[in-house]
């Protein structure tokens, strides 16, 4: 008798986890390892960082408290905790603020997610730099194409997250390769991830970056170890979360398009579409401060000359960066900020006391934010109008376009070494800073991921 309950293994799944569990024997061409590579380097500066904000705090006292066998490191601490605790803390502190990379096409940051489970299951395993470069790859490319499987629409539209949802498969992914599973336990551990499957955009509504963390980061993270190490300890699981009457599909899709789940795999890398930021700040800010520092460059603009400014911004986002409570994601303050300072450094966008500066209150008085449903289909997307008016009658104007660090104006390799090394020497000194730099840029070459573990911890 046939069982309606066991459904055949859809295509797009037979694809995948066939892809996800060859991933450990595939070589990566050169571009994309290096481009990995400069991620992997972003992303553990972002966690070093991190650890010192309150959502790093937090959760590394969070998983020294649930003790456990010792596997993986808490970055920016001392504590060798179990790995799924491990994926948790550096998550998180890969998100304590804005710091980390982003995937504009999934609409999710993968760094944060994908860089710490990775990172905890190689460490468990004893793997490799080359086996952490390939299972990060992966990782990018399995949440990038989870997200646009769904068919999700706007971002102010959405009622699930992508933010929380591409992290926790791309973490998934990572995490089943580096513990060599087949096919059919790939599946499983897809299975699981997807019952954990969850999030809802109301994050924004966050004013500690505390739960951000969590929901674009932390979760992703352990739930993508969790679910792999389950199936480590033999869980059975259903054997296709992607067809049958309920299916991940059914319970999260907008416009569902699975065939994006396998679209161009092995030859269309995610993490070559994925950015890098140039300044620490939330990504539809990128674009306002290209420009207003353009401006400030090129026209020799000061505060008290300014008399009024406009900024024009893709309508379907503005909501994320309007007048918010964090200074690293507020676009009034960082673009007042920027014209009183002339730059943004990490220490000033992260300065809440800079919020009540009458000099930053002065600018952010004459500041209108005017959203642009044409900006909104532009292409490049995020991109920012920038109009100073002057007291002595200049009226000057910068559209940023391209912003830096996107894959349509990236920044070099040296641009990304000399941001890494700006946050992480403050904590772990610059001997060991310019060391962990070097050590992730011959990722491919080092025999043990725990070899990295001197490095990162403080």
């Known amino acids: 008798m046939h069982d309606s309950s066991k459904p055949e293994v859809s295509h797009e799944s037979a694809i ?30 972002a966690i070093v960082s991190g650890s010192r904000l309150r959502a790093g705090r937090l959760a590394a006292a969070y998983v020294a408290a649930t003790g456990g066998k010792p596997e993986a490191t808490v970055i920016g601490t001392s504590l060798v905790v179990p790995a799924v605790s491990a994926a948790l803390a550096n998550g998180m502190a890969g998100h304590a603020d804005e710091t980390d990379d982003s995937h504009l096409a999934g609409r ?16 468990q395993q004893d793997r490799s730099g080359q086996d952490l470069l390939r299972a990060v790859a992966l990782g990018y490319d399995i949440g990038a194409r989870t ?4 068919g999700f629409s706007r971002p102010d539209t959405a009622r699930h997250s992508t933010h929380s949802l591409g992290p926790a498969f791309g973490a998934a992914a990572a995490a089943a390769a580096l513990l060599r599973f087949d096919s059919t336990r790939v599946r499983h551990v897809l299975s699981y991830s997807a019952q954990q ?34 199936v480590a300890a033999g869980f059975s699981a259903v054997d296709d979360p992607f067809s049958g009457k309920h299916n991940l ?25 994925a950015s890098i930021k140039k300044w620490c700040v939330g990504s539809p800010i990128q674009a306002v401060l290209d420009a207003t520092a353009t401006l400030i460059g090129t026209h020799g603009i000061k505060a008290d000359n300014v008399r009024r400014v406009s900024i024009t911004m893709p309508d379907d986002r503005i909501h994320i960066v309007d007048n918010r409570t964090m ?6 303050h960082l ?3 920027v014209l009183v300072d002339g730059t943004v450094t990490f220490e000033s966008c992260h300065d809440r006391d800079r919020m009540n500066d009458p000099a930053i209150l002065a600018i952010r008085r004459l500041i209108e934010l005017v959203p642009s449903a044409e900006l909104t289909i532009a292409t490049p997307a995020r991109q920012a109008i920038v109009e ?48 962990l730099v070097e050590t992730v840029l011959r990722l491919d070459q080092l025999p043990k991921v725990s070899d990295l573990r001197p490095l990162l911890s403080a």
């Not at 995948?16 to 060859?22: M, P, R, T, V």
């Not at 569902?256 to 269309?268: F, Q, T, V, W």
Request: proline letters at 6%.
């Open 197 to 230: 499957a969850s999030g809802i955009p109301f994050w924004q509504r966050d004013t500690e970056h505390v739960e951000k963390a969590f929901d674009f980061g932390g979760m992703g993270a352990r739930n993508g170890v969790a679910a792999a190490t389950m």
């Open 147 to 150: 997200t646009l499987s769904l």
């Open 335 to 337: 673009a007042a900020l």
């Open 249 to 273: 599909f059914t319970a999260f899709g907008e416009n569902p398009a699975p065939a994006c789940l396998i679209e161009d795999l092995g030859s269309r890398f995610e993490i070559m579409r």
């Open 327 to 332: 200074p690293d994601v507020c676009v009034q």
């Open 108 to 123: 999710f940051h993968p760094g944060c997610g994908i860089v710490p489970a990775a990172l905890a299951i190689a460490e």
């Open 16 to 45: 995948l986890s066939d892809y996800i569990a060859g991933s450990h024997d595939r070589e990566l061409p050169v571009d994309v390892s290096l481009k990995t590579k400069h991620h992997i380097l972003d992303t553990l500066a």
């Open 388 to 435: 100073i008016e002057t007291a002595d009658g200049r009226r000057l104007r910068h559209h940023a376009k391209a912003v830096r660090g996107t894959p349509e104006n990236p920044m070099d390799g040296s641009e990304i070494e000399a941001k890494a090394l700006d946050l992480v020497i403050p904590i772990i000194g610059e001997e060991r800073g310019r060391a």
